[in-house]
């Protein structure tokens, strides 16, 4: 148990999140769900790999992208293999 000032451990995970080709849309709470765990661990990532071909989905990774203050880069499909080798190369 850490004390009263301790302080806790800085690790941060990267993460790699895939949107596959057949893909056909968001549930509702699950979209509002991924958004509030977002926010909760925002300080808590390294890395984040999006791979997606949706460009609407890509488009609106890139604009938050810019509020996320870790490192994010978006992969097509077919470079699902690159992403997983950036995504654990730290």
Do not use: C, Q
């Not at 806790?8 to 949107?19: E, M, N, R, T, W």
């Amino acid at each position: 148990m850490l004390g009263k000032n301790a302080k806790k451990p800085d690790k941060k995970i990267s993460v790699l999140y895939h949107i596959s080709s057949n893909f056909i849309g968001f549930d509702l709470s699950a979209m509002f769900d991924d958004a509030k765990f977002g926010i909760k661990h925002l300080s808590s990532f390294e890395r984040i790999a999006f791979v997606s071909d949706h460009p609407k989905i890509n488009s609106l990774v890139k604009f938050f992208s810019h509020i996320i203050p870790s490192e994010v880069r978006i992969f097509k499909d077919a470079e699902l293999e690159e992403a997983k080798k950036w995504i654990s190369a730290l």
